[in-house]
C-alpha cells in the first residue's frame, strides 16, 4: 500500500519540484551545443518534479526484482526460455548485459510489473538529473548511489572482466541505428564522454559502420574491445557483422541476445506468473508468492480466443511480444475493431490492467494536471542500481507533454 505521506507528496504540485536552473546549469556543463540540443529537439525529457514512493512499494519492487533474478539462475528456466529463443540467444556469453530495466506501475495495492528491458534507456540522463538536484533540501530519501556515474563505469569494466579477465579495455563502440537521430543520442554522448574520462576510447556508431577484418571488429580503422549495444533487434537479424563477431566472440556485447531471451521477451511474463510451472522448475514458494503478488497476469493472445478476447478486452493491456517502447501497445478499453483484428493475427500479448500511480504537476502556473507515472528499477547482476521514473499523460510513456519526462524518485 501507498503511505499517507507519499500518496500526500504525490498529490501536491508543489512538493518536490525539480529545480530547472540547477538542471540547466547540470545541462550546460556538457557544453552550450549540448544544451541546445535538449532544450530545442527534446523540451520534454525532464520532468518537473520528482515522484515518491513509499517504503512498502519500494520494498515489493526489490522482492521482485530478487525473485526474478534466482528464476533466471536455474537451468529449468534457462532451457524454457531458449526453447522460443532464435539461434543468437542460444549463445551464453559470459557478460551480464548493462542496463537491465525493471518497469513498475505502482498503486494502492502495491508494485506491478510491468515489463523487463534489457536495453533500458534514460540511465545517464537520470544520472545527470540526480547530481543536478543532489543539494536540494527535498522530502524523502533519495533512490540513488553518491556517484551514480562510477556505478555505470565499473559495471561495463566488469562486464568486460567477465569476459577478458583482465586484459586492458581500450575500446568502446556505442551502437545504434543512425545514433544522432535518436531522440536518446544526448545520452549516447555522456556515456561517451564518461568512458573517455576513464581512458577509453568511445565511438557512437551506426552497425552499418561495423566491419570484421584481421578476426576482429572494426569501426573505420578502429579496433573494437567492447559494444555497448542500444539497437533493438534483439536478435541481430538485420546486422550480419555484428551478429558474427558476437557469434565468433570477437567483441564483448552487451546487453546481448542470450540476456534478452532469459529476462525481456514478454513472453517470459507469462511462465513468471504460471506457479505450477515455476514449482516443476524447483522455484521455492516464498519465491512464486512474490512473482504472482508482483506480476500481472500475462497471457499470449491466440485468434482462436478471440470472441472471449473482445469480451474482456477492457480488463487488458496488449503489446508485441517482442516490442520495445510502447510502440504498436494499446489499451484494451481504447482499442477499434480494426486495431483488435491486427491484434489477432498474432505476435501479440496480453497483460491484465494494473494502473499506475499519478502525480499532480502545475505546469508553468496552470491549474493542476494529473500525470501517470511509472518507475524504473536499474539492475545489473541482480543488484539494484537506481531507481527513476516518467511521468506522462495519454496512453504510454511518450515525452511529449510539457512536465513530464524522466523525474527524480524519493521514498517517503
Known sequence: MVSDRAAQLNADCHAGAVDAGRLKQALLAEGEDFLRMVEEGRPYLFAAATCFVSAVQMERMRKVVDAVE?????????????????????????????????????????????????????GFFNALLHRSQQSLNLPGTAMAPDNVEQAYLDM??????????????????????????????????LAQRMFERA?????????????????????????IDLVYNRLTDFALQQYAELS???????????????????????????????????????????????????????????????????????????????????KGSYRGAN?????????????????????????????DGAEPATFKSDVRCYVYDGRLQFVAARLYQGQTTNFRTAGGGFAPVRMA
Open 156 to 189: 561495463f569494466l566488469n562486464e568486460w572482466r567477465l569476459a577478458r579477465g583482465e586484459r586492458p579495455l581500450k575500446t568502446i563502440a556505442i551502437v545504434d541505428e543512425q545514433p544522432r537521430e535518436q531522440y536518446l543520442y544526448p545520452e549516447f554522448l
Open 70 to 122: 534466482q528464476v533466471a539462475e536455474l537451468p529449468a528456466w534457462r532451457d524454457e526460455a531458449m526453447r522460443h529463443a532464435d539461434r543468437a540467444a542460444q549463445i551464453d556469453p559470459r557478460a551480464k548485459g548493462v542496463f537491465m530495466g525493471y518497469d513498475f506501475h505502482l498503486n494502492a495495492d502495491g508494485a506491478h510489473l510491468i515489463e523487463i528491458n534489457t536495453n533500458a534507456g534514460g
Open 244 to 326: 558474427a563477431a558476437y557469434r565468433d566472440n570477437l567483441a564483448v556485447l552487451t546487453p546481448n541476445p542470450h540476456v534478452y531471451a532469459l529476462y525481456a521477451d514478454k513472453r517470459n511474463l507469462s511462465s513468471l506468473t504460471d506457479a505450477d510451472a515455476l514449482r516443476s522448475m524447483g522455484v521455492v514458494p516464498e519465491t512464486v508468492a512474490a512473482l504472482a503478488a508482483g506480476i500481472p497476469q500475462l497471457r499470449e493472445v491466440h485468434a482462436t480466443d478471440r470472441e472471449r478476447w473482445w469480451a474482456e478486452r477492457k480488463q487488458w493491456f496488449f503489446k508485441p511480444a517482442t516490442g520495445y517502447g510502447g
Open 199 to 223: 581512458g577509453i576510447t568511445a565511438l557512437i556508431a551506426d552497425p552499418a559502420e561495423l566491419a570484421l577484418r584481421k578476426n576482429a571488429l572494426y569501426c573505420d580503422e578502429q579496433k
Open 335 to 363: 482499442i477499434t475493431r480494426r486495431v483488435f483484428e491486427e491484434i489477432m493475427q498474432g505476435g501479440y500479448v496480453a497483460q491484465k490492467m494494473a494502473a499506475p500511480c499519478e502525480r499532480t504537476l502545475c505546469v
